[in-house]
């Protein structure tokens, strides 16, 4: 980049900090997609697409990066084949921008098993439970497998936010009803 | 024992004149502009585009395709506003009455565009269309 370019005072040093962490996890994890993305704001965020057999290690190097990570959510998704997890953290945050990480793991839906990571990032735990009742992730080795928002006579094996058979029947679902069709309106 | 740092701040009110207002002996509060009410449609200025039924959060409005108007219950509406900003012939308004108690879910003044008027409308489309055939007949002759 040309000086002209160099905007004094809001310059950006080469390599930034998500810079430098996708390299630090993009080395020690060959498998894993690393992508640092910028949005319209300039706003870095580091996207890390990695395989299940490394998520748990993943989750221990991000913790040995620095022991302050702060875990934000994890959030279950339906891919069609496959479900998915994602984990938001923030690391380096003692100094503006932090780093904004996000970890997406899949596994297939033939068999949607994931491991549990409540060890390293306890908080995760919630929102794991929350993965294992609204899309049928199985957690291995979560210490705490009950339901956490769906009340106890929820049938088993519907799971609210599927896309897919499994997901809520058309019976399930209720509408209290526009008085225009209740009186009959579009039958008559 | 300790005194209380609220007490100066009580004793102090204590002499005051109570600021509340005396609903329902007196007006209530004034609303101020561009309060968001009860909804006004006007069927007349209505052409039918759908608009509001995409954009309505609460499932309001009801689509009446063989009138091309919308009917709606207001016992849902959130008072958005969404509407009111998207309908190109200004068919829709917020008004500024706020006290809609009811004993009645289903009330007259939370339904608009009922069901005798959807009937009339639809016998007043129907003469139009015939005479306009009769007139169309009437011109080919
Ligand atoms: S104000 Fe909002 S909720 Fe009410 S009818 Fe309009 S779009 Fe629907
Ligand atoms: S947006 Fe306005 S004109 Fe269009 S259907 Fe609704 S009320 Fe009628």
Not at chain 1, 149 to 155: G, I, K, M, S, T
Not at chain 2, 113 to 120: L, N, T, Y
Request: proline content about 7%; some cysteine.
């Amino acid at each position: 980049m040309s000086e002209t370019h160099a905007n004094e005072g809001t310059e950006v040093k080469k390599p930034t900090k998500a810079e430098k962490v996708a390299n630090a996890i993009a080395e020690r994890f060959p498998n894993a997609q690393v992508e640092v993305k910028t949005n319209k704001w300039m706003r870095e965020r580091v996207w890390v697409r990695v395989q299940k057999e490394d998520y748990r290690e993943l989750m221990k190097f991000i913790k040995a990066l620095d022991g302050e990570a702060h875990y934000s959510i994890g959030i279950e998704q339906d891919w069609g084949e496959e479900l998915g997890f994602l984990n938001h953290l923030v690391i380096y945050y003692d100094d503006a921008p932090a780093v904004s990480l996000l970890i997406d793991v899949h596994a297939p839906k033939d068999d949607p098993t994931l491991p549990d990571i409540s060890d390293i990032f306890p908080i995760a735990l919630q929102f794991e439970r929350e993965g294992m009742e609204m899309i049928g992730i199985d957690f291995e080795g979560a210490p705490d497998k009950r339901r956490l928002f769906l009340p106890e006579d929820f049938p088993e094996g519907i799971y609210p936010l599927r896309i897919d058979d499994k997901g809520v029947p058309e019976e399930m679902v209720h509408n209290a009803g526009h008085p225009y069709y209740l009186k009959g309106g579009a039958k008559k | 024992m300790r005194l209380s740092p609220l007490i100066p701040t009580v004793l102090r009110n204590l002499a005051k004149k109570p600021a509340t207002n005396l609903f329902p002996k007196m007006e209530p509060v004034p609303v101020p502009e561009n309060f968001r009410g009860r909804l006004i449609y006007d069927v007349d200025k209505c052409v039918g585009c759908r608009m509001c039924v995409t954009v309505c959060p609460a499932g309001v409005f009801v689509y009446l395709p063989e009138v091309r108007k919308v009917t709606l219950w207001t016992g849902r509406c959130v008072f958005c506003s969404q509407c009111v900003d998207v309908c190109p012939t200004n068919a829709l308004k917020m008004s500024d009455e706020f006290l809609l108690a009811s004993y009645d879910k289903y009330d007259e003044k939370f339904i608009w565009f009922k069901e005798e008027e959807i009937e009339e409308l639809k016998k007043k489309l129907e003469e139009q269309k015939k005479a306009k055939e009769a007139a169309k007949k009437a011109e080919n002759k």
